[in-house]
């Protein structure tokens, strides 16, 4: 992780050019395998050592509930797609801003990485306040960036696609008419025959978790579980939908997180009877390396890609409104 953080590591992320082999390993190499050592964590609760690192006193326990959840499952799935299929390829910007976003930079150069100015380091167009300095956290979430909306909407239809796939019938998005919401219906709905029981028809609601809820007990549980957010999204959904449900019907709420972690009832989604099946393209399956040459991991990979390509585009898009706001040059990317 220090290599990770350290300014050395920076040029490289902006030099990044199209995804390859080449950028795969040098990935493994200057990412992961330092993220993986075990004497991270001595310096990561170290608090001097982390100001050392350039991190301001505020940011540091937030850094260090995210390197948490870059633990879940799927958070670091990104990093081993190659641009072999659409859903898989990331331009250069948001390959830059993916980067960053995963490296667990401070604060300061993550902004200037993604070539949001100084002078709007504080405040945000949603009416952040200035004692709330703008995150890579918010940023990930805001709607402002315009975003969030489509992030969620590409993942409810491919999950409505896999449905289908899996031979599932009455697969309807967004369904109408059901008693007991009003405008807050549900993401998806459809009849699954290979469920034990009367109750056939799931109930779906999605969710992407993006920003840490605030206090002292949320953040000593969001060190303790890397999945955290997306646990305390499901409850809450399960709490508000669970009583809404008739007795052939099943709520089952589908939560990802904004760095691509996702809940188990995503990888159990992928895991579906009738999509065990299917087989990927021979000309696809012989240039995905293993594990990701089966169909189970293909899928969970194109719902994680979405989720990351969704929240930097949001990034993107926030840091272009805010330097367009207050007359500020775009950067994309700044000098290292």
Same mark, same amino acid.
């Given at each position: 992780m220090i290599k990770a953080v350290s300014a050395k590591c920076l040029p490289a992320v902006r030099d990044l050019g199209t995804v390859d082999r080449k950028l795969q390993e040098r990935i493994q190499q200057h990412v992961l395998a330092p993220l993986a050592k075990a004497e991270a964590e001595d310096q990561l609760f170290d608090d001097r050592a982390m100001e050392t690192l350039g991190y301001a006193p505020e940011e540091i326990d937030l *850094?260090?509930?995210?390197?948490?959840e870059l633990r879940a499952p799927g958070a670091q799935d990104w990093l081993k797609a190659l641009p072999v299929h659409p859903d898989l390829e990331l331009p250069n910007e948001l390959l830059r801003t993916t980067l960053a976003h995963h490296l667990l930079v401070p604060r300061k150069t993550f902004l200037r990485v993604v070539g949001v100015p100084e002078l709007l380091h504080t405040g945000c167009l949603c009416g952040l306040s200035d004692d709330k300095p703008l995150t890579e956290q918010h940023m990930a979430g805001c709607a402002h960036g315009g975003h969030r909306t489509e992030r969620h909407d =590409? *993942? *409810? =239809? !491919? !999950?409505?696609?896999l449905a289908k796939h899996a031979g599932c019938s009455r697969v309807v998005i967004e369904p109408r008419g059901l008693r007991n919401y009003g405008q807050q219906r549900p993401d998806l709905m459809y009849k699954d025959n290979n469920l034990a029981g009367k109750k056939k028809t799931v109930v779906v609601d999605v969710a992407v978790a993006s920003t840490l809820p605030p206090g002292a007990n949320h953040l000593r549980k969001a060190l303790e579980d890397p999945l955290y957010k997306a646990k305390l999204t499901m409850q809450r959904k399960v709490k508000e939908n669970g009583k809404r449900m008739s007795s052939t019907q099943r709520f089952v709420p589908m939560v990802l997180q904004s760095t691509g972690g996702y809940c188990s009832n995503v990888s159990n989604f992928c895991r579906h009877p009738g999509l065990r099946t299917l087989e990927l393209p021979s000309a696809l399956r012989e240039r995905l390396a293993s594990p990701l040459d089966t169909m189970s991991s293909f899928l969970k990979l194109q719902l994680v890609m979405r989720v990351v390509k969704g929240t930097a585009c949001n990034m993107v898009?926030?840091?272009e409104r805010l330097c367009r706001e207050y007359g500020e040059p775009e950067d994309h990317g700044g000098d290292d």
């Open positions: *850094v260090r509930a995210k390197w948490t =590409r *993942v *409810v =239809r !491919l !999950l409505g696609s898009r926030l840091m």
